[in-house]
């Protein structure tokens, strides 16, 4: 395969990755996922984390993840563009959604762990946190599948361009969120 078309597909393949948190910020608000509770004289997740945000973001993952499998389906019915068939494309993108904001659950975690505040900049683990949750569920679920696609051979490829473009995607989507005043700031 073409090595550009190789470290495109590792964007195409991570899409369901990288919705549910931007969606999070327009879906969220309410009742935390935490409750209000504290650990240890910090909250557990904070204020930042809610049940609405996690199931929007979960929904927004796994639509987006049908349409593509539907337009892939069209040009490509025998790998659906690396999904490889209707089951499996499905399976891994209800695995990357959740992912996502379980890594991004985890992150804040650490986050209040470290006493750093809701809100405040974290770098790395805010540009990161949902990107490793969706790799390593997926990892769990869909080993070969996530091998053959991010690791072997030239794929390897794919998660070389995807942490790359992470960091840059980040920047710029919460920057149209700040600017939305969807975010209070532009991190
Ligand atoms: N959000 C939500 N539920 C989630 C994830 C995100 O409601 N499960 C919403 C919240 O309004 C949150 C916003 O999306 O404030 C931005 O998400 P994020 O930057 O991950 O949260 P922070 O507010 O920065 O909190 P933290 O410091 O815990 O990361
Ligand atoms: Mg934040």
Known sequence: MDAVLVALSGIWLMLPSLLPNPA???????????????????????????????IGG?????????????VAFQFDPEDFWGFESCANGLGVIFV?????????????????????????????????????GSILLVLLVYPDWFIRSFIEGEHIL???????????LHKVVNVIGYKMGKKDVPW
């Open 24 to 54: 999070a910020v327009v879906f969220g608000g309410g009742t935390p996922v935490d409750f209000g509770k504290s650990w240890r004289g910090k909250r557990m997740l904070g204020d930042g984390k809610t049940w609405l945000g996690l």
């Open 58 to 70: 979960v929904a927004a993952g796994v639509s987006l993840g049908i349409v593509m499998l539907f």
């Open 96 to 132: 990357l959604s959740l992912g996502s904001l379980l890594g991004d659950m985890a992150g804040s975690f650490v986050k209040r762990r470290l006493g750093i505040p809701r809100g405040a900049k974290a770098p790395g683990l805010d540009q990161y946190d949902f990107l490793v």
């Open 158 to 168: 794919a998660l070389v361009t995807l942490f790359v473009a992470v960091p840059i």
